[in-house]
């Protein structure tokens, strides 16, 4: 069975930073491309990131390209969201899922707040 | 960027059928494949996968769930509607980045 966990959440000021980070068991990571979707407080869905399986290709929304990066090491089944410039509007639950959309983690609440 | 379109709400009985619409503002056809998807989430849950590429039941989802269409206009059916279906139902394309969502329809008992 897929299983993602996310980690890193918490409070921050705007213009700070933060790392996400997504486990995940239960298939052959190395394998899939992995995405990062958020959801701001009572809104819809938002994609924000994908990688590649073997990290040759990323792609990102306009809304976070050039102040996110998503990474990840195969060899601890890792995927991650290193957020900079963070500003209120990036305020969400950040869930990370598999490149088929099957599998989704049970998200992480990050704040932006002064 | 491709826009999905959904209703924002949809008033339903228990055992009724509920039809959700979702229409794309251009085509979301790669290679015959029609690539919309269709997740739901219940509050305080991770979204969940129902019907990949337009039609096709994703694991462990029930029968009573299906999904139509081709192009630019989708259908997700619940039918019949049960009490554990009651949640926000959105669509996604696959079709080119940035991959897009739908606004979300909230399912509702009438």
């Known amino acids: 069975e897929v299983q993602l966990v996310e980690s890193g959440e918490g409070l921050v000021q705007p213009g700070s930073s933060m790392k996400l980070s997504c486990v995940a068991s239960g298939f052959t990571f190395s394998n899939y491309g992995m995405n990062w979707i958020r959801q701001a407080p009572k809104k819809g869905l938002e994609w924000i990131a994908l990688i590649y399986y073997d990290s040759s290709s990323k792609y990102y929304a306009d809304s976070v390209k050039g102040r996110f990066t998503i990474s990840r090491d195969n060899s601890k089944n890792t995927l991650y969201l290193e957020m900079n410039s963070l500003r209120s509007e990036d305020t969400a639950m950040y869930y990370c899922a598999t490149y088929n959309w099957e599998g989704w983690g049970q998200g992480v609440m990050v704040t932006v707040s002064s | 960027d491709i826009v999905l379109t959904q209703s924002p709400a949809l008033a339903v009985s228990l055992g009724q059928r509920a039809t959700i619409s979702c229409r794309a503002s251009?085509?979301?056809?790669?290679?015959?494949?029609?690539?919309i998807h269709w997740y739901q989430q219940k509050p305080g849950q991770q979204p969940k996968l129902l019907i990949y590429r337009a039609s096709n039941l994703a694991s462990g989802i029930p029968a009573r769930f299906s999904g139509s269409g081709s192009g630019t206009d989708f259908t997700l059916t619940i039918n019949p509607v049960q009490a554990d279906d009651i949640a926000t139902y959105y669509c996604q394309q696959s079709r080119e980045s940035p991959w897009t969502f739908g606004g979300g329809t909230k399912l509702e008992l009438k």
């Open positions: 251009q085509s979301v056809i790669i290679s015959r494949y029609n690539l």
